[in-house]
């Protein structure tokens, strides 16, 4: 398959990457810690990523949103989820949270325990798709147990033939992927699943702080 590649600040951009997720197309994109490949949250799609990037079913898919009001849509924030999103949204902080009952959701972008990884990041291509789509699944785009990709010629040369548009945006600003906090305890307080590009030190502080 011929990977079809824009530059992400074209005019063409946005709306071809549009049409790509709306028709169930796996589109890698930039955001501000690594390169990702998003796709619509669908259950066919899913199964594609899943596939592409030979991840294991039981780890879920995260879901990139535009606002903190589309998160509220999808998912159950507690209090210091709210502390969290406030402080470190949009930025490199994927929040653990319990799906919200109302809404049906295929299972692959929820985790063994049922929960959803939501982000606003801090770039302005996935917010716009978000945007216009509503929450995108994403997950980093690289083979699963090798290194995110930083660049998009990082991208193409490992998953060119797999997906069927690519944004390049040049290197991405940060290189170290989010940091992923569960607070869903609240006698136990938050656990830090993993310490990406904010320490474990930044996220208690600003809990301390609220």
């Known amino acids: 398959m011929t990977t079809q590649r824009l ?8 709306e071809h990457a549009v049409r790509v997720l709306g028709a169930g197309g796996l589109v890698a994109l930039p955001t501000e810690t690594v390169y990702g490949l998003a796709v619509m949250p669908r259950r066919e799609p899913l199964e594609r990523l899943v596939a592409v990037k030979a991840r294991s079913v039981d780890k879920g898919i995260q879901l990139l949103v535009d606002s903190l009001d589309q998160a509220r849509q999808i998912a159950q924030l507690t209090a210091a989820d709210e502390v969290l999103a406030a402080r470190f949204w949009p930025g490199p902080l994927t929040l653990v949270l319990a799906p919200r009952s109302v809404r049906r959701l295929p299972t692959l972008l929820k985790n063994a325990a049922g929960t959803l990884g939501l982000r606003l990041p801090d770039h302005v291509v996935p917010r716009r798709l978000a945007r216009r789509l509503g929450p995108i699944a994403a997950s980093s785009a690289n083979l699963s147990g090798v290194p995110p990709a930083l660049d998009a010629d990082r991208v193409a040369a490992t998953l060119g033939g797999d997906i069927d548009l690519l944004l390049d ?4 600003r940060g290189g170290v992927s989010s940091t992923v906090v ?5 006698t136990s ?4 699943l993993r310490e990406g590009a904010l320490s474990a030190a930044e996220i208690e502080a600003a809990l301390r702080s609220a």
């Open 169 to 172: 945006d040049g290197p991405v």
């Open 189 to 192: 307080g938050p656990r830090i």
């Open 7 to 14: 530059a992400a600040d074209s005019a063409e951009a946005i």
């Open 182 to 186: 569960d607070c869903r305890d609240l």
